[in-house]
């Protein structure tokens, strides 16, 4: 597996509350998504980063933030999590933009009850 | 909007059976598309990636086409072996949306022994 891996893999938290959900590569790629998996939905978009500081939003972003301080690390942050954010979250990386996402993490499933 | 769809959402064949999954996407600007491997609880595997330019791509037992002008691209698997099931998910990049990626819901795959 390419060097990417995704904290926690599993989290339970409660309404209201903060989550950070972290992605770390070591293939120093430069760009760097989140996407959120739902049955019936594929893979949707939440934010993507093209280089450190570097961010933009996916199709499904409210609620969410992002930051990407390192080549290395893209933090997600449900700023007040809620029952509809119950989900797998899924980081990719890609060397390139004109490659579709190269490696993807193994996912965090995360329960917000 | 680009939009991807699969359709079945659920496939059982019988070992050895030749098989085609679809995938149809509503923009034909297409830049590329490429076909994902997810096997439970697992990240996504990278099978095939078609450019626009070009109209197959192959490898092994796989077999994935692009008919931008319908919409349309599919993934054919040989000789299909209990090993194969998986949920085959399908994802399209647009020239007006580079950075992004779309996917399909995905469509789960079993191969009877």
């Known amino acids: 597996d390419a060097g990417i891996t995704q904290s926690p893999r599993h989290k339970v938290t409660e309404t209201g509350t903060p989550v950070t959900l972290r992605c770390h590569q070591t293939e120093n790629h430069r760009y760097m998504y989140w996407y959120r998996q739902d049955p019936g939905h594929g893979l949707r978009l939440i934010h993507y980063?093209?280089?450190?500081?570097?961010?933009d939003k996916g199709e499904v972003s409210d609620g969410y933030s992002v930051s990407r301080s390192k080549t290395e690390d893209f933090l997600l942050t449900l700023e007040s999590a809620t029952s509809s954010q119950t989900s797998v979250y899924f980081c990719?990386?890609?060397?390139?933009?004109?490659?579709?996402?190269?490696?993807f993490g193994q996912g965090t499933r995360l329960t917000v009850v | 909007k680009q939009e991807v769809t699969q359709i079945p959402a659920a496939l059982s064949v019988p070992e050895g059976e030749n098989l085609v999954l679809n995938c149809s996407f509503t923009d034909s600007a297409i830049y590329n598309l490429q076909w994902f491997r997810q096997d439970p609880g697992k990240g996504l595997t990278s099978l095939l990636l078609i450019q626009s330019s070009q109209r197959e791509q192959t490898s092994g037992r796989l077999n994935a086409s692009l008919d931008k002008s319908s919409g349309r691209s599919t993934l054919y698997i040989a000789a299909s072996q209990p090993g194969d099931s998986a949920t085959y998910l399908c994802?399209?990049?647009?020239?007006?949306?580079?950075?992004?990626?779309?996917f399909g819901p995905g469509t789960s795959l079993s191969v009877i022994p």
């Open positions: 990719a990386i890609s060397e390139r933009a004109v490659t579709v996402e190269a490696f």
């Open positions: 980063s093209y280089g450190v500081k570097d961010t």
């Open positions: 994802a399209g990049r647009w020239e007006t949306s580079y950075d992004k990626v779309i």
